[in-house]
């Protein structure tokens, strides 16, 4: 059988594998996959294959067939060319750059998270030596205290009128605010 001789029977068209792949928009070999799924009507005529779809008009590319009626969009979908190997590579490189996006995307929030661990690790050595310098200036304000302390206990219970050296003078001066702040 001929592509000439295949064309409409009754409603069905009855087409070559060649024209079938034409009308589809897809490829000859797509068509014949289709065949052996058994998702496209067919029957061996000889050597070759006879594809059943449904009849349409003559298609010409201005959208309309041959008595003027209008296309189906099934034709003007085929007019496309696109063939379902065609759309699975497509799925296959979004579904990739989709990939690569997420590793990226996940790479960057990786690193924020480590910026943000070493970020608290560095605030922690401050505060902890914040917190050392405090304990600190605590400790020898405390030996001061005690050296006042014991400096008063020593000395008699009225102040002297004159301090005998400078040094005395200002430990006088923190003993007696020491004490007022009390």
Known sequence: MSDETCGTNGGTGRYS??????????????????????????ERDGRQWV?????????????????????????????????????????????DKYVVDMRDMFGRL??????????????????????????????????RLSALEAQHAESPTQPSSAPETATDAATDTLWWAFWRRS
């Open 110 to 143: 990786d690193e924020l998270y480590q910026e943000r661990l070493a970020d608290k690790d560095r605030l922690i050595v401050e505060l902890e030596q914040q917190r050392d310098d405090e304990r600190q200036r605590r400790e020898a304000g405390e030996a």
């Open 17 to 42: 594998v060649p024209q079938a792949a034409r009308y589809l928009g897809i490829s000859e070999r797509a068509v014949r996959k289709r065949i052996e799924a058994g998702t496209l009507a067919a």
């Open 51 to 95: 594809v059943f779809l449904a009849a349409v008009p003559d298609a010409v590319p201005g959208g309309t067939g041959s008595a003027g009626a209008a296309v189906p969009s099934e034709l003007i979908e085929a007019q496309y060319r696109v063939t379902p190997t065609e759309i699975e590579q497509a799925i296959e490189r979004t579904g």
